[in-house]
Structures are given as structure tokens and as C-alpha cells.
């Protein structure tokens, strides 16, 4: 008879779903061997190595294969100089599923200024994923949320923290989770936590969380509700060594839910950069750009107040054409005159900032600063 999609949902009702994590090292060896045998590599063509077997850590069986016969097709061998190879393999896989990013840990922590805080406290977190901290009865930390405007250092933050711990960094784009099918959101959600579990230890990084669970629940028929109780669920219930850190920017459109103790180990408030910060934060930028700079920023730090980390270093590049056009080397007047012609989000959203720094002043965030 005729296969209607009446028909497929009573099947649907007959068949359980099972669901089958990702391969772990002990089975990616098994393909190890099998792809190596088939391809009848000598001994010294052939290097197995558990750096090797974890840059393929994330990928399926069949996609593993794949990326090991690439390798051996491209290179005509299978050792740790083919690490780089796979992981770009592991990359090109995981950015075709659409909802995850893989990052390089390649920020290094100085180049976040100021934010001490929040920086005392992930260096101390980082310890806690040692063997050490297991033996003495820590469990691995579950995650930060990080609230406050945008250009405050939040995303940088999440890309530091993976180059200080060494930890691969997957961007979870929560937008593209939600698909058009029914079910779809739901699958793309589970998927993606199943890939940064086999990834792990890593940092799933969940950039502008308001964004996607900010909207009205009923406008989607409850599917953002489902997707959110199955990222709660995880997050309380996970036992594998992924740190997440979620960004947002409004607070007046994160749920409840999320916000609760112990979702979290802590939630930090990102506030605009004081003087001093500001001081270290256009120090840095101009230190990378114009290592002999030696213009005094009294008066740049004066009339920036209310400005961004990315409006500081926007001030700088903009201070840099300026100079540039004339050509001549960059001058306190250019950055003075580039600081005049900018106008800093701290002044078009006013009523956002002043709503983040009210409710994380009664003591529901800590500050990061």
C-alpha cells in the first residue's frame, strides 16, 4: 500500500530510539588498525598515537574511517605528523553540521585586559579538570554564564580560556538549531552535545544565549521550551568534562530557568572598563599594533569613559588611518581625534546597561572586574 506520513507516525510509535554515543579512543583504535591494515602501510608509515586517536575524537565511525583513509591517501601514512590533517577533517565535519564551530585555542590569555576576577577564578576552575582534583573529590566544573553589553570581552573571554586550559573550543550556534521540521531542533540539540562529549575535555561555548531562548514559546509551538529542558537536563546531568560558557547580553530575556544556582557555577557581570582598565586594554592594542608607541593616554583614558574594549580598539585602529593618510608614525592627537568621532554604545543603549548593572548589583552576578 501507499506510505503516507500517517502511516510513519504510527511506525514511529512502534520503533524505540536508541541513541548510541560517539566512538571513544578505544573504538577510533579499532579503525586505526583496520585502515592501516587495508592499506597496507609498513610499520614505519604507521604511528598510533593517542593525540592522534583524540583529534579524531567527535567524528562518527564511518566519518573516522573517512578521515584516517584521507590521510593515508594524502600523506601515504598514519602518524602524529597527520594530527593537524585529521583535526582540519574533524573541522570541515563538524562546520557541514551547521549548528557547531571548532576553534584553535589561539587567544592567549594576556590578550584580554582587566577583568581579574573573572580571571582568578577560570584559572583556579582550570585546576579542577586535573587527575589531582578527581583524587580529591572535585567534580569537573560545569560552566560560567557571562552577562554584559556587547565589546565588553565576553567572546574573547571563552577563546582565552581555551588557550590557558589547552581545550578545544566548540561554538554552539544556537540559531541554527532551530530548524524548520518538526523534531529537527530537538535532533540538532542532542547532536551537538553528543559531538562536545565525545570532544571532551573542551568548552562548548553558546555565544548570545538570549538569542535564541529569548523569544515568545508559544510563537513555535513550546520547541525552544523542549530545546532549552534538554540543555538543562544535560547541563545538571553531564558527567563528561565539558566547561560551557554562555554569553548573553539581555537579561530581561534569559529564562528563569537558566539563570537558577547551580545551573552555573557562577554568573559574572561583565561591566564597560573602568580607567584603569581602560589603561591596560589600550596599552595592549597599541602595544601589538605600535610595539614603540610612547605617547602618553592620561588624556585618552580621560575622554573615554563609557567606552567598550572594542570601542577602545576601534579608537586605536581608527587613530592608525588617521596617522597613516599623512604618512607619519601614530600620535596622541590622532587616537584624541579618532576617541571624538566615535560614539560609544553606552550612550544609544543606555536603559540595557543601566537594567544589566541594577540587577547584578543585587548580588544574583558576581563582578568580573
Request: aromatic fraction near 6%; charged fraction near 25%.
Amino acid at each position: 500500500g501507499t506510505v503516507t506520513p500517517t502511516t510513519i507516525l504510527e511506525l514511529d510509535k512502534e520503533m524505540p530510539i536508541i541513541e548510541l554515543d560517539l566512538p571513544r579512543r578505544h573504538t577510533l583504535g579499532i579503525i586505526f588498525d583496520d585502515v592501516t591494515e587495508e592499506a597496507g602501510l609498513l610499520p614505519h608509515q604507521v604511528e598510533k598515537s593517542e593525540a592522534l586517536l583524540d583529534a579524531a575524537l567527535g567524528l562518527t565511525i564511518m566519518e573516522a574511517r573517512l578521515a584516517f583513509s584521507k590521510a593515508v591517501a594524502t600523506k601515504g601514512r598514519l602518524t602524529s605528523a597527520e594530527i593537524e590533517f585529521v583535526i582540519e577533517e574533524k573541522e570541515r565535519i563538524i562546520r557541514q553540521s551547521g549548528v557547531l564551530e571548532y576553534f584553535h585555542p589561539r587567544t592567549d590569555w594576556d590578550d584580554v585586559g582587566g577583568l581579574d576576577q573573572l580571571k582568578h577564578w577560570l584559572k583556579n576552575r582550570g585546576r579542577a579538570f586535573t587527575s589531582q582534583a578527581k583524587a580529591f573529590g572535585l567534580e569537573p566544573p560545569r560552566g560560567a554564564l557571562l552577562l554584559g553589553v556587547p565589546g565588553c570581552g565576553k567572546s574573547l573571554t571563552a577563546k582565552a580560556v581555551a588557550g590557558l586550559w589547552r581545550f578545544p573550543l566548540l561554538r554552539f550556534d544556537l540559531g541554527r538549531v532551530f530548524g524548520g521540521v518538526v523534531g529537527e531542533s530537538e535532533a540538532n540539540m542532542r547532536k551537538a552535545l553528543q559531538v562536545a562529549q565525545a570532544i571532551s575535555p573542551c568548552i562548548l561555548w553558546i555565544d548570545e544565549i538570549d538569542k535564541g531562548f529569548g523569544g515568545d514559546a508559544r510563537s513555535d509551538g513550546g520547541t525552544s521550551q523542549r530545546v532549552l529542558a534538554s540543555l538543562l537536563t544535560w547541563m545538571a546531568e553531564k558527567e563528561s568534562a565539558v566547561f560551557v560558557i554562555a554569553t548573553a547580553n539581555a537579561i530581561d530575556k534569559l529564562p528563569a530557568e537558566l539563570l537558577r544556582k547551580g545551573r552555573f557555577d557562577e554568573i559574572f557581570f561583565l561591566d564597560l572598563p573602568n580607567s584603569e582598565e581602560r589603561l591596560s586594554i589600550l596599552d595592549l592594542h597599541l602595544k601589538k599594533r605600535r610595539p614603540s608607541y610612547s605617547f602618553p593616554l592620561s588624556t585618552i583614558i580621560d575622554r573615554t569613559d563609557g567606552f567598550s574594549g572594542a570601542e577602545l580598539e576601534q579608537a586605536v585602529i581608527e587613530g592608525m588611518h588617521i596617522s597613516f593618510s599623512e604618512n607619519r608614525e601614530l600620535m596622541e592627537k590622532d587616537l584624541i581625534k579618532a576617541v571624538s568621532e566615535l560614539v560609544p554604545l553606552s550612550r544609544t543603549a543606555k536603559e540595557q546597561i543601566n537594567l544589566l548593572k541594577e540587577w547584578s548589583s543585587t548580588g544574583r552576578a558576581r563582578s568580573a572586574s
